[in-house]
């Protein structure tokens, strides 16, 4: 018996028989079972004689209605499983490699108790760590900050349309606008807003509109819309999207260079507010992925350099925030209240120093510390000591105490000329010029 006959693969007995060729065993007297015949070749492929399908179909074909039954490995098998569209259910899900539902977690009754698990938690949030690094939830605000009414009206009255936008019947922009001098307390405002009304944001810098790779700030802004969308539908908190000084990114100022991120990122705020519901990130479109309505307020001081049809009416209401003097008054007011500082004291500051921005009075506080912090540096050994002090000391050490210094109307006005008398400096000698003289000529 040669080698070929020897090696025989023995298989249940099959409804059609006459597929199989019957082979008979030298050896035994055994009942003959009905196998497949091994066929000695030289190709590997054509080891094994495989029967040709298309013979005697016809009774299957005709059982069926003339249409060949696809054979499924299992009933409850979901390899085979197809979604509403019925289209292969695990093939798209392998298509959509960067979706972003992180509403699916390892939640008993959602995911197999074999990948569940215990030592996690019967819930665990799959991207928790990511969620929390990119919203922000205000805890270092600490004290009592004033709020200007108009302000607080504008944003509430954003937020509030667009998540009002299904029922309003009237066209809600998705942007708000926040624009004016630099230091007006802008940004600062928008966080106090967010504070008071629990508001969790996803917060963005112009320092992330430009990438060396081209398309991934626009993704980004799309990723960071749609977390927005997930903390309002997983954790039930009102969420916006919030970019601050967006025309330091998006502006053209004399020279500068148009690059591909530019327009990709103002092409992405533009289709977000004409779908506000349909943000893709890469996978395919389908009509269940039906994100959230999340409000964009974005901050800047010269929106006259962005792009003409992001700014324009039905995209972005656009607010002009220039405080006037009983902001002004109330919010140093607020900020001097701690301080022992009156109201009457604080008019007799604001007086002394008009036209000037919020954060000039902020650097008003700040300068005072400056000679109490120097006899600080003294007091703990020098100048040669500081690093050792600040950096090395043992666990157990505290630094020495620091007495913050007394306020007076004296110290802050005297702290406001030194800081005026600095801006005259920039704005009067101009070392540019002494730099390049020839270029004059």
């Known amino acids: 018996m040669t080698l070929c006959n020897s090696f025989l693969l023995k298989t249940p007995i099959f409804p059609h028989s006459h597929f199989l060729t019957r082979q008979f065993s030298t050896f035994s007297n055994k009942p003959q079972i009905p196998i497949f015949s091994p066929s000695c070749s030289a190709n590997p492929s054509s080891f094994f004689s495989v029967p040709d399908p298309k013979i005697n179909s016809s009774d299957d074909n005709a059982n069926n209605g003339g249409e060949t039954k696809k054979k499924r490995l299992s009933d409850q098998s979901s390899w085979e499983a197809e979604d509403s569209e019925g289209e292969d259910y695990l093939y798209r899900l392998g298509k959509e490699s960067d979706n972003m539902n992180i509403a699916v977690g390892a939640r008993a009754g959602v995911v197999d108790d074999l990948f569940v698990g215990k030592f996690l938690g019967r819930d665990s949030d799959i991207v928790f760590d990511y969620r929390q690094k990119v919203t922000r939830s205000f805890q270092y605000l600490q004290g009592d900050y004033y709020i200007a009414p108009l302000f607080m009206d504008k944003v509430v009255c954003h937020m509030a349309k667009n998540y009002l936008a299904h029922i309003l019947n009237t066209k809600v922009p998705l942007i708000l606008g926040i624009w004016g001098g630099k230091g007006q307390g802008k940004s600062f405002q928008t966080e106090l807003i967010f504070q008071a009304m629990g508001v969790e944001p996803v917060i963005m810098s112009a320092g992330e509109l430009e990438s060396e790779r081209a398309g991934e700030p626009g993704k980004l802004i799309r990723e960071r819309y749609r977390t927005a969308s997930q903390v309002i539908q997983n954790q039930g908190k009102m969420s916006c999207l919030m970019i601050n000084d967006i025309d330091a990114g998006l502006g053209r100022f004399g020279n500068t260079q148009m690059t591909v991120n530019n327009q990709i990122v103002v092409g992405t705020l533009m289709n977000l507010c004409d779908n506000p519901t349909r943000v893709s990130i890469g996978q395919d479109w389908r009509d269940s992925d039906i994100t959230n309505r999340v409000p964009v307020i974005v901050t800047g001081n010269d929106f006259s350099k962005i792009y003409a049809p992001l700014i324009r009416d039905g995209r972005m209401e656009k607010f002009y925030w220039q405080p006037n003097r009983e902001d002004i008054i109330n919010i140093v007011n607020r900020m001097y209240e701690k301080d022992g500082i009156s109201r009457d004291e604080v008019v ?33 050994g020098g100048v040669e000591s500081l690093g050792n002090k600040l ?33 005259q400096l920039i704005m009067e000698t101009k070392l540019s010029k002494e730099y390049m003289k020839n270029m004059e000529d």
Do not use: C, H, M
């Open 348 to 380: 007799s500051i604001v007086d002394t120093f008009p036209n000037q921005a919020l954060d000039f009075y902020g650097a008003l506080r700040s300068r005072t510390y400056d000679r109490s912090i120097s006899k600080w540096i003294d007091d703990i």
């Open 391 to 423: 950096l090395k000391r043992k666990k157990n050490d505290k630094l020495p105490v620091y007495t913050p210094p007394k306020q007076t109307v004296e110290a802050l006005l005297e702290s406001g000329f030194s800081l005026i008398k600095e801006q």
